[in-house]
Every structure is written in structure tokens, then in C-alpha cells.
């Protein structure tokens, strides 16, 4: 009787310490198997991570800190939208207007919000061209001078250009509409 009562509360203690032992363990497997699955597309390498966790108690959880991918499935995938819309801007396919910095597409000649002069027409193919472009890499036409002054710089000499057709024109019989 004496020794029961004095032996209890250790093995109690003991039991309780073994139980924790082992609930801590398989917490520890199943935790890994949960965080593996975050980081890791492939089953079989999630599967392994458990595997570890139960195969090397406590251990295992830190070898897997040391081997497991640096990043979450979902933080990559936010990094390739990112490099992927970096990309597009580079490419110009989110291209704003200088001027008033509306949006535009590659193909536009013209700001349709300000009227700014974009690009210039390839003279072959009338592809949209950019100012910086030494051949249209449509039709391989090499494009007229660079476009690199702004278009509104000699204001009278295109006036004067513009107004020779426009009296030709007024001249000249219209066709029926
Ligand atoms: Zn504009
Ligand atoms: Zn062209």
C-alpha cells in the first residue's frame, strides 16, 4: 500500500510526460505535412515530409526547416503575376501616354485623350511604329526619320503642307456620297 501511494504520482508523471512525448511527435509529423503541402506541388515530396516527421522524432522537424522550399506555393505564384506584369509594362503592352498619362495600346497612333502623336505609321504596312524604331519589324520597311522632335515643332511649315490639298479639294468635283 505504501509503496503504491508513493509510486503513482511518477508513474502518472511519467505516463503523462511519454503521452506528450508522443502527442508533441506526431503534432510536430503533421504540422510538417501541412506546411510541406503549402510549399510543395508534388504529393509524393508532401507524403516524404510526413514520412520524415514520423520516421525521426523531433529531428526530422528540423532537417525539414533546413531542406523545405523558401517560399509558399501561393508567395510564388504572387512573384511570377508580379514578374509577369513587370514584363508586360517593359513590352509596352501597358503603355500610358506621356502627356496625360491615360492608358494606350501598342497599336495606337495617337493619344485619344490629349491627341499626342505616339507612334508614326509604318509607310508600308501602316503598322503602328514606335518612335524609336529604325525599321518597321513588320514588313522590314526602314522607317522615315526618327520621330524623335515633337511633331507640333515647325507649326507653319505643316500648316502650309496641309493647306496645298485642302484647296485642291474645294476645287475639285465632289464624288456622290
Ligand atoms: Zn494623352
Ligand atoms: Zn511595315
Known amino acids: ?39 510543395i506541388k508534388d504529393p509524393w515530396l508532401v507524403a516524404s515530409a510526413g514520412l520524415l516527421g514520423v520516421a525521426i522524432p523531433y529531428l526530422g522537424a528540423v532537417i525539414y526547416l533546413l531542406v523545405r522550399p523558401p517560399e509558399t506555393l501561393a508567395e510564388a505564384h504572387a512573384r511570377e503575376l508580379e514578374i509577369r506584369a513587370l514584363a508586360e509594362r517593359l513590352n509596352g503592352r501597358d503603355a500610358r501616354c506621356p502627356v496625360c498619362h ?9 493619344c485619344p485623350v490629349c491627341t499626342t502623336a505616339l507612334r508614326q505609321p509604318c509607310r508600308s504596312c501602316e503598322a503602328a511604329l514606335d518612335p524609336l524604331w529604325q525599321v518597321c519589324p513588320y514588313c522590314a520597311t526602314p522607317t522615315a526619320a526618327p520621330m524623335l522632335e515633337p511633331v507640333a515643332d515647325d507649326l507653319d511649315a505643316a500648316l502650309a503642307r496641309e493647306s496645298i490639298p485642302r484647296r485642291r479639294r474645294t476645287s475639285s468635283p465632289r464624288p456622290a456620297a
Open 1 to 39: 500500500m505504501h509503496g503504491a501511494l508513493t509510486s503513482t504520482p511518477f508513474q502518472i508523471a511519467g505516463n503523462l510526460t511519454v503521452v506528450l512525448a508522443i502527442v508533441f511527435w506526431l503534432g510536430l509529423a503533421y504540422w510538417m505535412v501541412r506546411d510541406a503541402r503549402r510549399r
Open 102 to 110: 491615360a492608358e494606350t495600346e501598342p497599336n495606337y497612333l495617337v
